[in-house]
């Protein structure tokens, strides 16, 4: 069994649109290159084979983890949210506390994060940090560069 993968309705359906998509349409063009490479004579010799199979062989390997990803997902009941403490969909106003930058980040499943959309993973570490604190809490956050810490401002839907 694979890790629980946390999503909204609609990320969910824009995963499984993606997941339709390489199936229906992209592994049959592959498929037609194979072929059509084959049919150019020796392979031993054929870089657009080679390629075609390559490219095979990375669609596969992207199918298979999205179907992972399908299979493992779990929808978030929005209308189950509050904003008492941090959880998945909140958006949450920090304050660095050494520079005086203020942030706001709604916390996603991995697959949905965009950081430029203000779409920070759960997972990473701010992400973790932020789990389960509430409004006035001061976080420390160990990031690569060292030890952050924030002041959660506000949490909202």
């Known amino acids: 069994m694979g890790n629980i993968h946390y999503l909204t309705a609609e990320g969910l359906d824009k ?6 998509h390489m199936i229906s ?3 049959p063009a592959i498929s037609k ?3 059509e490479a084959r049919d150019k004579g020796d392979l031993s010799e ?6 075609a199979r390559e490219a ?4 596969e390997l992207k199918i298979s983890q999205m179907q992972n990803l399908v299979a493992n997902a779990r929808v978030i009941d929005e ?5 008492d403490h941090v959880q998945m969909l909140n958006k949450v106003k920090i304050k660095n506390l ?3 930058a203020v942030m706001q980040y709604t916390l ?3 697959s949905e994060a965009n950081i430029k959309e203000g779409k920070l993973a759960a997972t990473t570490p701010i992400g973790r940090a932020l789990m389960g604190k509430q409004k006035g809490d001061v976080v420390d956050v160990q990031v690569p560069s060292g030890m952050l810490k924030f002041e959660i401002l506000e949490i909202s839907l």
């Open 15 to 20: 995963l499984k649109a993606e997941l339709a």
């Open 25 to 27: 349409v992209e592994r």
């Open 33 to 35: 290159a194979i072929a």
């Open 46 to 51: 054929n870089a657009e084979y080679d390629a």
């Open 56 to 59: 095979q062989g990375l669609l």
């Open 79 to 83: 209308s189950k949210l509050n904003t």
């Open 98 to 100: 050494k520079t005086g």
């Open 108 to 110: 996603t499943g991995e």
